[in-house]
């Protein structure tokens, strides 16, 4: 699977990006994708993920804040983040999981300034 991230970039705090993720296959064969971050000096975290069936789950850091959903028509899945603030500054990473096979995209920076 290849998957191609967009949507960076830079914007002051309280404000709203949103991140694409498109995938060269159908979603819905892909068990799970999910978006991740890496701030500098810290490890990888798993921001947000969805299932094949729907299904969702968030860190506890960005609950109330971020969604992720998906458009299967444009096998695309994205990341809608409000309410930013500076320690979501970080590279975002789009994964999937396609049976044993992980993929990733590359990733595109969000930096958010106070």
């Known amino acids: 699977v290849q998957l191609q991230a967009s949507g960076g970039g830079l914007v002051q705090a309280g404000g709203s990006l949103r991140l694409s993720c498109a995938a060269s296959?159908?979603?819905?064969?892909?068990?799970?994708m999910g978006w991740y971050r890496q701030a500098p000096g810290k490890q990888r975290e798993l921001v947000a993920g969805?299932?094949?069936?729907?299904?969702?789950n968030y860190a506890d850091s960005v609950k109330g804040r971020f969604t992720i959903s998906r458009d299967i028509a444009k096998n695309t899945v994205y990341l809608q983040m409000n309410s930013l603030k500076p320690e979501d500054t970080a590279l975002y990473s789009c994964?999937?999981?396609?049976?044993?096979?992980?993929?990733w995209g590359p990733g595109t920076l969000v930096t958010v300034s106070s």
């Open positions: 994964k999937a999981v396609f049976g044993r096979l992980d993929s």
């Open positions: 296959r159908n979603i819905l064969t892909i068990n799970r």
């Open positions: 969805i299932t094949s069936v729907g299904i969702t």
